[in-house]
């Protein structure tokens, strides 16, 4: 009797969404495996450093696609947000160094705006989150494009603050500043996702909105809020990539869409809403970055890398999304 | 509603309660088909008012044919959403279909119908695919199609790895003739073929599906089969899409297809196709189709920097989901 | 008769759904020529082995054979080829699709190409509603634009029109008034004397015993007992398991001068028309009435969830507006409401016990928005401990995989943890074992006892009748009678069915 349920406990405490985020891990693993055993050095303290500083960039948008994607939505106007508070970062600090801290909120404040107007029509005017985080890229494609002239106007040339290119460079007891920053992002959402009132409000958004009404919580308050953090995450990659690359670029933000929502699937982020955390989104981030590094080492052509990720996404979703029989 | 005798009805009164119910069930298709005509109206205006004619035919040709690719493309994904479902990987169908038809496609009746047949049938196994993925696997369609998409997307660049080939005179003529908007036969062929396919079987499954997939299992519907065969169907017209759109470029991208998965659910959207499913018309769709393809000339006309032009699009897309929300409010409180 | 063999029959059928059993032993056979009726408890298993006959749902176990070959398999057998029918308690009808598209699904009238006839279809549906004695329904009408008992009368008429051997009727009465059933039990005895089998079940035990040739009795998903005839007292004490007077607590003393805590003055919406009451510190208040006659409306509205256009209510003597749940939780509200099924409105089931008991105290638990452990573990415990929750681990176990007594456990220990005045009680009991009804009735009176007010409706009429002080009885969104704490199940049903003016 003891025995059973001891056994019980040990399977208790391995909840589903625990055991995703081990599987999560444990992709990013053998895909590091297969590389050393492909090609020495890959698994290598630099080469992991390398791949992780890039995954950062992605885990930055997916925080945030994984938070609305926790209440059933999904965020497709981040590709354009991204690009557009990088490029009005760089633009409004013309690469001065003393403009660097009003630049970065300001750029913040921007994606954060235009995730609150998302997040409002969304909730309040429900608006099919599909339809309106894709009309809502267009119109920050629009504003950028239009409003830069197609980053020839004569300030798009600026460059990102001297000392913020300089920081995301800098290592800091040999890590460099960008993970850590990043490792403070994870921290941050993944303390207020397990043990803050907010977060169980997201999960119990994600899992049943009426129940969550009917129990005195702010649905709509909680939904718009999270498409305005997934804004503002949206901008900080942003920021952090034109720090990092020095000046922006159009459509820098195009490729992350897809890798956005495929790191949370891989992570095992249920689209339905309501289930998986933000450190399986991680593992995912990395996983998915390390398989580009992989495919790239092998001197695979760009569109066998487009075709290796479409059919990872498969495999992950054949093995782990199924939806529940009725 | 009245309750009286079936069998004491006047002929009058019944033909009057057909209209009325006409058209309160179709007031989402209704109301694309009047801002397509208000915008077109508008197109119209403003260009005569720059030019000091009004659009002639070479004009309107120029209209229709970049309109067909949209339409193609936006009932194939309305009978994906009627399902409840959605299709982004019809861009990268439409992507495979137009490089194919650039690479392979040489002068010569055999080379047209046989690569026209070879690209209809390529775009049904994609769709077949995804159908089968969503429905038999039960994965969810935003994600299998978001993975298809990638890789369709890397196995057109793998066909045509730049923008380039060229697609014969003779087949331009044939689907995108530039002496008279005659692909507006076209368009008007995929509403009829749309009409005939919601009085088919199939099509009354589609719909019974997306109002209610147990119940519709409970009346004995294949809905894993009828399901595959709407994600088949939409993979087809995706395929259809790509060669018009070659056709009308005379050459192959393999990105073409990319703005289309945006277009295609933003024709739905104008249409009123409702995403919840199970509810909407693809004539709807079709209208919203022309409707964006006008937009781009008006904002033309009205002198709007081209680099807004997307701006203006999601605009419109927004104003018009919510004013029909707010439409759909509002005779849902005098009902 | 008995040479043709039975029509179809379940043989040690076994089904769960996420973790809870709903059919343990689901045995039951059916003859032609013969009305079987399938009665329990709410939870007994009636639909899901309803539904396992029907092949919308597999049995995990156990045979299913129809005209004896085994089918237990083969999913929906509800094509024409077989001629079994269904009418299910959960509508099926297609809302966004023409009353004459749902009851023709499958057998259009196909033209020339085998395109349907649209025409056609709405003339060949006409017909056949006048055939079987239907009026008032338009046949181009949207089914979801229809009222709920139109709709079942479609489905009904829909079934009959599929000509069927076996029709499987699940609830088919619950929304008709009483001229309808007269209009089913027609059509339904014809079908039998031409041979037809046909399964239903009802709540109404005179239905049952004046329409029904053979009875089944299932209790807590297993089969008990098969018989021509039962005396009632006998079927309540088989379905239940245990004698009618025992499975009641004592009513407490009604508080006559008690003060009142809740009162509704002339709700009036497109539902509600003009509802008024008081509810008394102490007093548990019975809402009855046939289902859908604006019982969740007024809960809803008395909990801020849904705004009452005019009226008016007032909590502990002073008038309130109430915009959200949250307003109404803030004034000492709580409601705990099983509309359709837990699933829908009431817990988040994959998450866990913990999560879901102290989901309406957060802000109690926790300092500056971020949870205190401990303080947490001590809530639960609380609540877990008064209620009697069976859960391994509170912290961990998802809802979804207790049992369904114990879900609703959970639901009702939420709002215990709120403290309110007064609590709002919708069907809590439905699909709840026997064992934990009881323990939830002897629950409801002690909170009667420690003073706080209790608005209380059930699907079940005996239970309002046994368990409340004074019964509201509402039809088409009024209260067309108010019934005193010596009224039985009779007189409640009595009062719901009479005609408006008679």
């Known amino acids: 009797m003891s025995e059973i349920s001891a056994v019980g406990r040990v399977q208790g405490r391995l909840t589903r969404d625990r055991r995703r985020t081990l599987v999560a891990f444990g992709f990013a693993v053998i895909v590091f495996a297969v590389g050393a055993f492909l090609h020495r050095g890959f698994a290598s303290w630099g080469s992991v450093n390398a791949i992780v500083e890039v995954a950062s960039f992605v885990g930055f948008v997916a925080a945030g696609q994984t938070l609305v994607i926790l209440v059933g939505g999904i965020d497709l106007s981040v590709p354009w947000v991204l690009n557009a508070a990088g490029i009005l970062f760089a633009v409004f600090s013309l690469g001065h160094s003393g403009r660097a801290v009003p630049a970065v909120l300001l750029a913040l404040g921007l994606g954060f705006a235009i995730g609150a107007v998302n997040g409002f029509c969304v909730a309040y005017l429900a608006v099919p989150a599909v339809v309106m985080t894709l009309a809502m890229n267009g119109i920050m494609e629009g504003v950028t494009l239009g409003l830069t002239k197609g980053l020839t106007c004569t300030r798009c040339n600026s460059y990102a603050p001297r000392v913020l290119q300089d920081f995301v460079h800098k290592d800091l007891l040999g890590v460099p500043a960008d993970l850590i920053l990043w490792f403070g992002v994870v921290l941050l959402v993944t303390v207020v996702l397990s043990y803050t009132t907010f977060g169980r409000k997201v999960y119990a958004t994600g899992n049943n909105p009426t129940a969550a009404y009917l129990s005195g919580m702010n649905v709509r308050l909680v939904t718009t809020s999270l498409y305005a953090l997934s804004g503002m995450f949206a901008a900080l990659a942003g920021i952090v990539l034109v720090s990092y690359s020095g000046q922006p670029t159009l459509g820098m933000g195009d490729p992350f869409l897809f890798q956005s929502i495929a790191a949370a699937v891989i992570g095992g982020i249920s689209i339905l809403g309501g289930r998986g955390n933000y450190l399986g989104t991680v593992a995912g981030a990395v996983s998915l970055v390390a398989l580009i590094s992989l495919l790239g080492a092998e001197n695979m052509p760009d569109y066998g890398r487009s075709i290796v990720y479409g059919v990872a996404i498969l495999v992950v979703l054949v093995l782990f999304g199924r939806e529940e029989r009725v | ?335 | 008769m008995d040479a043709i063999g039975p029509a179809i029959e379940a043989i040690d059928v076994t089904r769960s759904f996420g973790g809870v059993r709903a059919l343990t032993a689901g045995n039951l056979t059916a003859h032609y020529g013969e009305v079987h009726a399938l009665v329990g408890e709410n939870g007994a298993g009636k639909s899901t082995l309803i539904k396992v006959l029907g092949g919308v749902v597999k049995p995990e176990s156990g045979v299913v054979r129809l005209d004896g070959e085994d089918v237990t398999d083969s999913i929906a057998p509800t094509g024409r080829a077989h001629r079994v029918g269904m009418v299910f308690q959960e509508l099926t009808l297609f809302p966004w699709m023409t009353v004459a598209e749902n009851l023709l699904v499958g057998s259009e009238p196909r033209g020339p190409v085998r395109l349907i006839q649209r025409r056609k279809l709405a003339s060949l549906a006409e017909e056949a509603l006048a055939r079987y004695d239907v009026h008032g329904i338009d046949p181009r009408a949207l089914a979801g634009s229809l009222s709920l008992a139109q709709r079942q009368i479609v489905e009904i008429t829909g079934a009959f029109m599929r000509d069927p051997r076996i029709l499987f009727l699940d609830e088919p009465t619950s929304a008709l008034a009483e001229h309808d059933v007269a209009w089913l039990f027609g059509l339904v005895r014809k079908l039998r004397d031409a041979g037809g089998a046909i399964l239903f079940t009802s709540h109404r035990w005179n239905e049952v015993a004046s329409l029904a040739d053979r009875i089944t009795i299932l209790r807590n998903g297993a089969h008990v007992a098969t018989r021509e005839r039962f005396d009632e007292d006998e079927a309540v004490t088989l379905m239940t398991g245990r004698t009618i007077d025992r499975m009641y607590p004592d009513k407490p003393a009604p508080a006559d001068d008690a003060e009142v805590v809740l009162e509704a003055e002339e709700l009036r919406d497109d539902v509600l028309d003009g509802v008024s009451f008081q509810l008394r510190r102490g007093e548990i208040l019975g809402v009855g009435g046939l289902a859908g006659q604006g019982q969740p409306e007024l809960f809803m509205s008395l909990f801020g969830a849904r705004r009452a256009a005019h009226g008016r209510i007032a909590v502990g003597g002073r008038r309130v507006r109430l915009r959200s749940p949250a307003d109404a939780i803030r004034k000492g509200l709580a409601i705990a409401l099983v509309p359709e099924d837990r699933k829908t409105e009431g817990l988040m089931l994959p998450m866990s016990v913990r999560d879901n008991l102290t989901f309406a105290v957060l802000e109690k638990v926790a300092r500056g928005g971020v949870i205190r452990p401990w303080r947490e573990k001590a809530t639960v415990a609380k609540a877990v401990e008064r209620l009697q929750i069976k859960t391994r681990d509170a912290a961990l176990q998802a809802v979804g995989t207790l049992s369904g007594g114990n879900q609703q456990k959970v639901l009702i220990g939420r709002w215990l943890l709120t403290q309110p005045d007064v609590l709002l009680l919708f069907d809590i009991t439905r699909g709840v074992d026997v064992g934990t009804k009881h323990d939830i009735y002897r629950l409801i009176v002690e909170l009667a006892e420690e003073g706080k007010a209790l608005l209380y409706y059930s699907s079940e009429t005996e239970e309002i009748a046994q368990l409340c002080h004074r019964v509201l009885v509402m039809r088409e969104g009024r209260i067309v009678a108010e019934l005193d704490r010596n009224a039985d199940a009779e007189a409640i049903v009595a009062a719901s069915v009479k005609a408006p003016n008679a």
């Open chain 2, 1 to 335: 509603m009245s309750v009286q005798g079936a069998t004491v009805r006047a002929p009058v009164a019944q033909k009057q309660r057909r209209l009325r119910h006409g058209f309160a069930q179709n007031v989402p298709s209704i109301l694309a088909l009047t801002i397509l005509v208000a915008l077109t109206a508008l197109y119209v205006g403003l260009f005569h008012g720059q030019l000091h004619r009004y659009p002639g035919v070479f004009e309107w040709t120029s209209i229709v044919n970049t309109a067909v690719p949209t339409v193609l493309v936006a009932v194939g994904q309305s009978i994906v959403v009627v399902t409840r479902g959605i299709d982004l990987s019809l861009g990268g169908i439409i992507d495979v279909s137009n490089s194919l038809a650039a690479v392979h496609m040489h002068p010569g009746l055999g080379s047209m119908a046989e690569w026209t047949v070879v690209v209809l049938l390529f775009g049904m196994l994609c769709g077949a695919v995804n159908g089968v993925l969503v429905a038999y696997a039960r994965l969810q369609p935003i994600l299998v199609t978001l993975a298809t998409l990638a890789i369709l997307q890397g196995l057109a660049i793998k066909i045509l790895p730049e923008p380039g080939g060229a697609i014969p005179s003779g087949y331009s003529n044939a689907l995108a003739n530039t002496g008279g908007p005659w692909s507006v036969l076209y368009v008007l062929a995929i509403a009829g073929l749309w009409l005939a396919l919601r009085r088919t079987a199939t099509g009354v499954r589609i719909f019974a599906i997306g109002n209610d997939e147990y119940g519709a299992r409970a009346h004995g519907i294949p809905v894993k089969r009828v399901k595959t065969i709407a994600y088949t169907l939409a993979g087809m017209l995706a395929a259809a899409s790509g060669l018009f759109l070659a056709a009308t470029t005379t050459a192959g991208d393999p990105a073409a297809g990319d703005v289309y998965i945006l277009t295609s659910i933003a024709a739905v959207v104008l249409g009123g196709v409702s995403f919840l499913g199970g509810r909407g018309s693809a004539l709807g769709s079709i209208a919203g189709a022309l409707t964006l393809t006008i937009l781009t000339n008006v904002l033309f006309f009205a002198g709007i920097d081209p680099l807004y032009q997307s701006f203006f699009q999601g605009l419109f897309l927004l104003v018009a989901v919510l004013l029909g929300s707010a439409l759909g409010h509002v005779l849902r409180r005098r009902a």
